[in-house]
């Protein structure tokens, strides 16, 4: 199925693949580094992740979790796990990671 229209172009037209997903979950846990290369400033990557002041209430989230300007920042047993989760028609997604355990 591909849904994509118009209306969805400002959030649901990124297609990729599992590959390309780890080198971007490798990009934020580096703070902003890929391969050796700096890309951002490492404050520039820590300010998309980082909560605002309002806890999410609707959807499928644990109770804790913030909006970030990339991510949803769901605090868990002392830790922050960074996540962004996709669906539509045909399709459901779901990009993890967590910095302090360099992994995602």
């Excluded at 037209?13 to 580096?30: A, K, Y």
Aim: net charge neutral; hydrophobic share 40%.
């Amino acid at each position: 199925m591909f849904p994509y229209n118009r209306p969805h172009a400002g959030s649901s037209t990124l297609l990729s693949c599992v590959e390309d997903m780890l080198r971007w979950v490798q990009f934020n846990i580096g703070d902003g580094a890929l391969d050796g290369a700096r890309v951002l400033a490492p404050e520039a990557v820590r300010n998309l992740r980082r909560p605002r002041p309002v806890e999410i209430t609707a959807g499928t989230f644990p109770p804790g979790a913030k909006p970030a300007l990339s991510w949803f920042v769901i605090p868990r047993n002392g830790r922050e796990i960074f996540a962004h989760p996709g669906h539509d028609l045909g399709f459901v997604s779901l990009c993890l990671f967590c910095p302090q355990d360099q992994c995602g």
